[in-house]
């Protein structure tokens, strides 16, 4: 193996290695911001769930009122029956408080109904309180882990870069023009390995003329893909 194929395999590699320290840098915030938007969405099914429960009870409560009122009535109606003036009064009374008796046990049974719902709500409420304290934690525990990595992920970024620099020296000069486009327009996949005559980034046959050139140490470029080429056959 060639001194060319050496260093632009390992420049490749460095390549690829920065590709990898860059993307998870990448990806930390958006863990992040992942985990932010599930607590929001947790916050948001607990506020409704609050607002169920609380109209629950408040439904409940009016009912509770109107039982109170109907009851009132009741009473009062019950004094006038007493001084009703006529037969025909007396009848008249005693059917409104019938059917203020007959509301009043509909209203009974109603205020029962509500009352466990407001109970079970209870339950609901707490678990959706929970799952925002645990989103919460979660998303904490997910932020610091990335703060802790992002210092070394950083230095490494360095050090790899600084060991491209010192790769692409060795470069012959007169490729550096085109590596460097590439390298803008591609990243790490400006290089490609040559396995079995074949270029691993676009599965084109190499010609034997560049099959030969790439052998004698020649830098090379893929003709479909455009990729830098190295020999890779070797591993
Ligand atoms: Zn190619």
Do not use: W
Request: glycine share 4%; proline share 2%.
């Amino acid at each position: 193996m060639s001194a060319t194929t050496n260093s632009l395999s390992e420049l490749h590699q460095l390549h690829l290695q920065l590709q990898d320290v860059q993307e998870r840098l990448v990806r930390g915030p958006k863990q992040i911001s992942a985990r932010e938007r599930f607590v929001e969405t947790k916050k948001q099914e607990a506020e409704e769930v609050r607002a169920q429960h609380q109209k629950l009870k408040m439904d409940a409560d009016a009912r509770s009122l109107q039982l109170k009122t109907n009851e009132a009535r009741i009473e009062e109606l019950k004094l006038k029956l007493n001084t009703a003036a006529s037969n025909k009064e007396f009848n008249i009374i005693k059917s409104q408080i019938e059917a203020d008796e007959v509301a009043n046990s509909v209203l009974e049974d109603e205020i029962l109904e509500f009352l466990e719902k407001v109970d079970s709500s209870v339950a609901g409420v707490k678990s959706a309180e929970d799952a925002v304290s645990a989103a919460e934690q979660e998303c904490e525990r997910v932020a610091q882990q990335i703060a802790e990595q992002e210092p070394g992920l950083n230095s490494e970024a360095e050090k790899l870069s600084a060991a491209i620099r010192e790769a692409e020296s060795h470069l012959p000069a007169t490729v550096g023009e085109q590596y460097r486009r590439l390298v803008q327009a591609h990243g790490a996949g400006a290089m490609a390995g040559v396995i079995n005559s074949v270029c691993s980034n676009c599965h084109v046959t190499i010609t034997p003329q560049m099959l030969v050139q790439l052998n004698s140490s020649h830098v090379i470029f893929c003709k479909t893909c455009g990729r830098m080429l190295y020999q890779q056959d070797a591993e």
